[in-house]
């Protein structure tokens, strides 16, 4: 009976199989673990390994029970093998930073030909490539990136937004803070969002615009450069007016603003119903 309490019976924690169900089973104790959790089927563990390091034979797995990590051991490979594994787990290791490399890369080089093609839009194609051409190369490597950098963070300046804060605080006409009695743009958060995708479409249509409303409206200028700088000029100060008209009007419309009383139906039709009373007895 001693004896029997000395070694009982082995249990498997993942098939809950007994020695007695397969004498031929290879069991292992791979962990602190004791009673009933310290012995495994060796095939058992293997499977329950497989799942947890899905795929990845070389990571830590622990004993979900004590925490205990698991002593694994591996065959031994031949030379060619574990070049091949060498190899493998170097590519493993500088793939994210190649992958981070090449998305840099790609966004630099896109910069610098927006940067080219703006160039040539602004001062003339033929007159571009001219100036590009003389240019120092590092120069071009340097400077034609900022083109884009310049036109975002030009589009991130919101003048339009402090002027209506000017006219809300000093040229309000006489009499209107009685009817304005608050102010729905003031406070944290009370600006427009900005949106990514609208501000860098709209810094990187820009130039294109600015050029279309210098052939418009500036035809006479000999230099497609003064040109394109009077035409982005005129369609910043007609978007500016058009949109601290809009905005103006919004902070009207959002300051006079009533919340209306909630009806009550209850009182509505029963004092419809002693109207109609009142009628019925004058007749």
Not at 211 to 231: A, H, K, V
């Amino acid at each position: 009976m001693a004896l029997a309490e000395e070694t009982p019976e082995k249990h498997c924690w993942v098939c809950f199989a007994t020695e007695r169900d397969d004498h031929s089973a290879e069991w292992v104790s791979p962990c602190r673990c004791k009673g009933c959790t310290k012995w495994i089927h060796q095939n058992c563990l293997q499977r329950w390994l497989d799942e947890k390091q899905k795929g990845n034979s070389g990571g830590a797995v622990n004993c979900p029970q004590c925490g205990t990590e698991y002593t694994i051991t591996f065959p031994k490979m031949g030379p060619l093998v574990y070049f091949l594994q060498q190899m493998d787990s170097a590519l493993s290791r500088a793939s994210p930073f190649a992958a981070v490399g090449v998305v840099i890369g790609t966004v630099y080089w896109s910069a610098v030909t927006y940067g080219a093609v703006t160039v040539m839009q602004v001062v003339g194609h033929k007159k571009g490539l001219f100036v590009m051409e003389r240019a120092d190369p590092l120069f071009l490597l340097m400077g034609l990136p900022t083109i884009p950098v310049v036109l975002l963070l030009g589009k991130m300046i919101r003048w339009e937004e402090y002027l209506v804060r000017l006219w809300v605080r000093y040229m309000q006409p006489a009499g209107s803070s009685r009817y304005l009695s608050r102010s729905p743009f003031e406070g944290p958060g009370s600006g427009d969002h900005l949106s990514v995708s609208r501000t860098l479409c709209g810094a990187l249509v820009f130039p294109s615009i600015a050029t279309l409303m210098g052939r418009l409206l500036f035809r006479r200028m000999p230099s497609d450069l003064q040109r394109t700088i009077l035409g982005g000029l005129a369609f910043v100060l007609i978007k500016g007016v058009l949109k601290v008209y809009f905005k103006q009007q919004q902070f009207v419309i959002q300051a006079k603003r009533q919340i209306l009383n909630y009806p009550d139906t209850h009182t509505d039709t029963h004092s419809e119903g002693g109207d109609e009373t009142e009628d019925s007895e004058n007749e």
